[in-house]
């Protein structure tokens, strides 16, 4: 199979109304949503007939007439006022199982193969990682993870602030520090940089010498550039850390941070100059883009060089792109970054395919988000007011998955408890973020997250661990049996595990997540009904082994859609 369903369904009916004149209409097939309306539904012949203002019921019968579903469909009928309802056999429904049960990949087609930079996690080194680099991280990574899945080349960029006159601050800071305490004062980052700060704000010299390290740290200086690397070092290890226990795949290598383009920030300038773009204005260099006007109505500017000679966000932003396009060969980039920076990354966009740093054909995507909101709808804070540290943060996660568990196996060993209640923790922080829209704010509650109902991660992971229990039940499973779909619950199971593939490649065009999560939990709900309605041990011959590559093909789907976002399962818990 080449195609998705949708895919296959699509192609079949657009030629179909090409057959009868409309060529370039397009389809629009999608799942039916109600069982009277058969299985999927195409919907294009309404528009097709519209704009040439024809009867949309004698095209749709004109268009059925044309179309070749032989071996896929068992039912064709035109509904309303040109609705086409297609019912899958149940035959070919089997052997999409069949087929996604006797390939690695589940049978998901692959598209054509694009190198993909992401960027994502990208916090500032100054400080501890806090809640706010959660969302960029956990969405990223399951991009990332997906993007590899269909076969894409993923090249994942840590876009680190390492850069800037806060560093200046922090190297002097660590001189005065490592000769009280050494070490130990970097091992709460927080700390350090609130003591650096107010160092900073009460004592006019030593504020002095953070600016004078600014600029030997950017004049290349070598000590001030060892002290500072230093910093980078702890820092990046903080990060590590809460990636290791994450489970995010971001490496060391993926690390790029603002100072890798510091070379390039005055050629770019200069480069933007020559080309006429940046102009001088008040001492500084800016770009007027047209597309981007004022209320007043006047082009909005873009700085790219502060009056001081300084460079900005922006600037590295654009040597960015230079390399990721001129160098990495990226023919898309996600950025998966804060929606509050939807503006910069249009303004970025717009001036790099303007530069000729970007072609048209080159996909820039800003991957924006919401922010995370408390129980009580304001920014999510601690009870005093403080950004919640990350650590602080799966810390509870993991103590409160912890009890949970403890509660349902009072006997289990300590251990096991353990392993069971870093995969939920964990799982259920980052299943919560993933699950909702990100475009949207959300609400990050402790309870709603890890309850085992509804559609969480816990539920899923449940899920995943009833049908592994199955298979403990059973001596001898017959691996190259039919699968024969009879009962009207088997049918949807079966319906819904046909449609893996058009998810994963959701959340892949739209860079949304989200699509997964809500596949992944309409299948194990049309699982428990299966599950319900008919019997797997019980049953005998062949419809039990039928029954039992459904619940295989379940069990693999669920296991690959959870790892695709990067969530653990367990065979017991
Ligand atoms: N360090 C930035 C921040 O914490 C995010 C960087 C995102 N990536 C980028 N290429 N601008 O807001």
Redesign the pocket.
């Known amino acids: 199979m080449k195609q998705t369903l949708i895919e296959l369904l699509d192609t079949r009916v657009r030629a179909a109304l090409a057959t009868v004149g409309c060529t370039d209409a397009p389809a629009i097939v999608t799942p039916a949503g109600r069982p009277e309306f058969g299985d999927y539904q195409a919907n294009g012949v309404m528009a097709a007939a519209k704009s040439r203002k024809m009867n949309p019921r004698q095209l749709a019968e004109e268009v059925v007439a044309a179309l070749d579903l032989e071996g896929i469909a068992s039912k064709v009928e035109i509904a309303g006022p040109g609705f086409i309802n297609i019912t899958l056999s149940p035959e070919y429904l089997a052997s999409l199982m069949t087929n996604a049960l006797g390939n690695s990949n589940l049978g998901v087609p692959l598209p054509p193969a694009q190198r993909v930079v992401i ?2 996690s ?3 080194l100054a400080k501890e990682m806090h809640v ?2 959660l969302r ?1 991280t956990i969405i990223g990574d399951a991009l990332a993870r997906v993007l590899r899945f269909l076969g894409h080349t993923v090249i994942a ?1 840590n ?3 390492d850069w800037g006159t806060q560093f200046g601050m922090l190297t002097a800071y660590l001189i005065e520090a490592e000769q009280e305490g050494g070490e130990m004062v970097l091992s709460d980052l927080e700390d350090f940089y609130r003591r650096a700060k107010r160092r900073f704000d009460e004592d006019a010299e030593f504020a002095d010498r953070a600016r004078e390290y600014v600029v030997k740290l950017q004049g290349g200086d070598a000590q001030v550039r060892a002290l500072w690397q230093k910093f980078l070092d702890i820092s990046l290890h903080h990060c590590e850390a809460l990636y290791l226990r994450l489970g995010v795949t971001l490496k060391r290598e993926d690390v790029r941070g ?1 100072s890798a383009y510091n070379d390039d920030l005055p050629v770019v300038v200069a480069d933007l100059q020559a080309k006429g773009l940046a102009v001088e204005s008040q001492g500084a260099q800016v770009v007027f883009l047209d597309e981007f006007k004022n209320k007043e109505g006047e082009p909005q500017a873009y700085i790219v060089r502060k009056q001081d000679g300084g460079y900005l ?1 922006s600037t ?2 654009l040597a ?1 792109v230079r390399y990721r396009v001129g160098i990495l060969k990226a023919d898309r980039v996600l ?4 929606a509050r ?1 939807a503006l ?2 249009q303004q ?1 966009f717009t001036l790099s395919r303007k530069a000729g740093y970007a072609t048209e054909a080159t996909q820039l995507e800003h991957v924006g988000f919401g922010v995370m909101l408390g129980d009580d709808g304001r920014p999510f804070k601690t009870r005093s007011g403080d950004t919640v540290k990350l650590v602080d943060l799966l810390q509870e996660a993991e103590e409160r998955a912890f009890t949970l568990v403890s509660e349902k196996n009072e006997a289990m060993p300590k251990a096991d408890r353990q392993t069971i209640a870093h995969a939920v923790g964990i799982g259920a922080v980052k299943y919560a973020d993933l699950s909702k829209n990100r475009n949207s704010d959300y609400m990050f509650s402790w309870n709603s997250m890890l309850s085992f109902e509804g559609n969480t991660a816990p539920y899923l992971q449940y899920a995943y661990t009833r049908i592994q229990s199955v298979f403990r039940k059973v001596q001898t499973a017959d691996e190259g049996a039919a699968i024969a779909l009879t009962e009207p619950a088997e049918r949807q199971l079966a319906l819904e595990l046909a449609r893996f593939a058009d998810a994963v490649h959701a959340v892949s065009r739209e860079a949304a997540p989200h699509f997964l999560c809500g596949y992944l939990y309409d299948l194990a709900t049309h699982f428990m009904r299966f599950y319900e309605a008919c019997p797997v041990l019980k049953s005998e011959g062949a419809v039990r082994d039928s029954r039992l590559r459904l619940c295989r093909l379940t069990a693999d789907t669920l296991n690959t859609g959870l790892g695709l976002l990067g969530i653990e399962t367990l065979d017991v818990m």
């Open positions: 960027d994502y990208s916090p500032n706010g680099h960029s960029q876009h680190v602030g603002e966000y590295s932003d960015a950025y998966v970054v804060d920076q910069h990354f970025l």
